[in-house]
């Protein structure tokens, strides 16, 4: 059960700091349809994110480790790739990357890539209800290699004494390792965009309805 920073400030920090830790941000994108409520919502959400993930580090251990949802490759480049991918966790690699951590390549390229296809294929709409049985199946079948496969590479990089920060979106069913402690970054931003996502989700499916009955 990963513990939340409130329930930490609660209890002696000592307690927590044996053993491996992994520290989880919820990696939250800004759509294109966004509006500058929404803007406005990301950015405070970052800015909290990294806050409370210094005050951890503060409290417990630093990081050593940095994982990062969606990259498959860690070197030089990696910075520029991830702030390309997403200014708002960008703004805690950065930070990180100043404290001595390094970035760890969570993915492997090829399930990442297979994934990925799947999704787009689901997205598209299929009209043939075996088509999209296959492809959703393929979906699941390929998120769980996955995700057995960012497990194995935490597991893998994380010393025995070190932390780590894993970016990663809400959802994912990861099942970490016994001896790892997991410690959930839940700032209050994250309330709002759910309540956004939601809003705007029932929006969608009331233009999709009006569009149908027309």
């Known amino acids: 059960m990963p513990e939340e920073l409130g329930k930490i400030e609660k209890l002696k920090a000592e307690g927590f700091k044996k053993g491996r830790k992994l520290y989880l941000v919820p990696l939250v994108f800004s759509p294109p349809e966004a509006d500058e ?54 703004r805690i690699v950065k930070d990180s990357l100043g404290r001595g951590a390094e970035i760890i390549a969570v993915e492997d390229a090829e399930l990442l890539g297979e994934f990925m296809d799947w999704g787009r294929c689901l ?26 496969f960012i497990v194995r590479q935490i597991d893998k990089t994380l010393g025995s004494k070190e932390a780590g920060i894993l970016i990663m979106r809400e959802g ?33 499916a009331r233009q999709n309805e009006h569009e149908k009955e027309e």
């Open 37 to 90: 409520k929404f803007q406005g919502i990301f950015n405070r959400y970052w800015d909290e994110a990294l806050s409370h993930l210094k005050a951890l580090q503060e409290k417990l251990t630093p990081a050593k480790k940095i994982y990062h949802e969606l990259v498959a490759e860690a070197g030089e480049n990696c910075p520029k790739t991830i702030e390309r991918l997403n200014s708002g966790s960008f």
């Open 123 to 148: 997205a598209t709409g299929l009209r043939s209800k075996a088509v999209f049985t296959l492809a959703y199946e393929s979906y699941i079948k390929t998120q769980e290699k996955r995700n057995e």
């Open 172 to 204: 994912h069913h990861l099942q970490f390792p016994g001896d790892i402690q997991v410690f959930y970054v839940s700032p209050p931003a994250l309330d709002e965009i759910r309540r956004w996502e939601r809003g705007h989700e029932e929006e969608t």
